[in-house]
């Protein structure tokens, strides 16, 4: 039998198929609107946005509930000036407050039950202070992006820092109400490929409207692009911000 790969080498695999890019300039430039912030870092996975928001002067909470991920995090440069968490909005430290909350990388899709995505936006609501801002993406159903989403389009080989190669692809399902099924495939040195399954929930525009007022949240903006472009502009993107009434 093959040995899988370890939390180490998926960490960094998503690090190598995750480099900065201009989603992360246009998060780290929102939060960097309101200079020394308390910023909570919602979903912050292996902590790339996470340091370089504590790295421009924020004081930050990085929280993920995946244990590999995290140490990956906290052995990064800089990881010693973030307070990194393990759970879910569920684990944010009672009294903390914060003036902005983020989340990154679609992370709100990866938060499938709608119960659970309730309950997320009711604890980040509390969190913040009066006129605390939201922001995060989520991708535009619209735009179908799933169909971009087979083997042909998505393999990519990665040289990781333990020197394994890594070959990976994926392909994906479309459910009902609006979930897709995204099945990951990995083969590590050329063994049989191990397989990951999630469930991305895909919510249009006027569902997340619905779900941030619902929660408190005044929605400010929906842009569709990360250099601000309308929805339906052909970026696919739902960024949404908004902020809790002073």
């Not at 899988?4 to 695999?13: D, E, P």
């Not at 928001?53 to 244990?67: E, F, K, Q, T």
């Not at 909350?101 to 995505?117: E, L, P, R, S």
Request: glycine share 10%; with cysteine; proline share 5%.
């Amino acid at each position: 039998m093959f040995p899988r790969m370890t939390g180490a080498q998926l960490s960094a695999l998503y690090d190598a198929n995750n480099e900065w890019a201009g989603d992360d300039d246009f998060f780290l430039a929102f939060v960097n609107e309101r200079p020394s912030s308390r910023v909570l870092d919602l979903g912050c996975g292996t902590g790339r946005m996470t340091l370089a928001v504590a790295a421009a002067g924020h004081r930050v909470v990085g929280i993920d509930p995946n244990p590999d991920s995290l140490a990956s995090a906290r052995m990064k440069p800089g990881a010693e000036q973030v307070t990194w968490i393990d759970g879910t909005s569920a684990a944010i430290p009672g009294g903390a407050t914060f003036d902005v909350a983020i989340m990154t990388a679609h992370v709100a899709q990866a938060i499938n039950d709608d119960g659970d995505w309730s309950r997320t936006l009711a604890d980040v609501h509390r969190s913040l202070v009066p006129g605390g801002r939201l922001v995060f993406d989520s991708r535009d159903p619209a735009a179908r992006a799933w169909e971009h989403w087979t083997p042909a389009r998505t393999r990519r080989v990665h040289t990781l820092p333990d020197s394994s190669l890594v070959e990976a692809w994926a392909k994906s399902t479309p459910e009902l109400e609006g979930r897709v099924t995204l099945t990951e495939y990995r083969a590590v040195n050329g063994s049989i490929p191990e397989t990951e399954t999630s469930v991305l929930a895909f919510r249009t525009e006027a569902q997340l409207r619905q779900d941030l007022e619902t929660a408190g949240f005044t929605v400010e903006r929906v842009y569709g692009g990360w250099a601000g472009e309308d929805v339906g502009s052909g970026q696919g993107e739902l960024i949404v911000v908004a902020h809790k009434a002073a």
